[in-house]
């Protein structure tokens, strides 16, 4: 019922930015459901990485990239976007747009994802 669409993944310098952005499109509405980013680089887990409300009010973005990353939802455009900046090598993964069940983020799965795309930092 959501289909997502991640674009705006590339090669960086470490110290650099870069902004994801995701369409979301499908019969249920943007803003009926929270949104948010994952991320998984390889032999690893994939790992949570940030997550809106449906209003974009309530966010959560975990430790390892707070005060770097700012998630953002725009929900004329059926949008959200993940702006990172002072990027690190660590931070070389392939990103995934999530869709979760709920309109706020619990801990839950997200129930829809997007195809993702990659972002690679060099040092």
């Known amino acids: 019922q959501v289909q997502l669409a991640e674009s705006g993944g590339g090669l960086v310098q470490a110290g650099g930015s870069l902004r994801l952005s995701c369409a979301a499109s499908?019969?249920?509405?943007?803003?009926?459901?929270?949104t948010g980013w994952y991320r998984q680089s390889p032999g690893k887990e994939r790992e949570f990485v940030a997550a809106?409300?449906?209003?974009?009010?309530?966010?959560t973005v975990t430790d390892s990239v707070k005060g770097r990353f700012t998630i953002s939802r725009d929900n004329a455009k059926n949008t959200v976007r993940l702006q990172m900046n002072s990027l690190k090598p660590e931070d070389t993964a392939v990103y995934y747009c999530?869709?979760?069940?709920?309109?706020?983020?619990?801990?839950?799965?997200?129930?829809?994802w997007g195809q993702g795309t990659q972002v690679t930092v060099s040092s």
């Open positions: 809106a409300s449906w209003s974009g009010i309530t966010v």
């Open positions: 999530a869709a979760f069940e709920d309109k706020f983020y619990s801990g839950a799965n997200p129930v829809y």
């Open positions: 499908g019969r249920r509405a943007f803003n009926t459901y929270a």
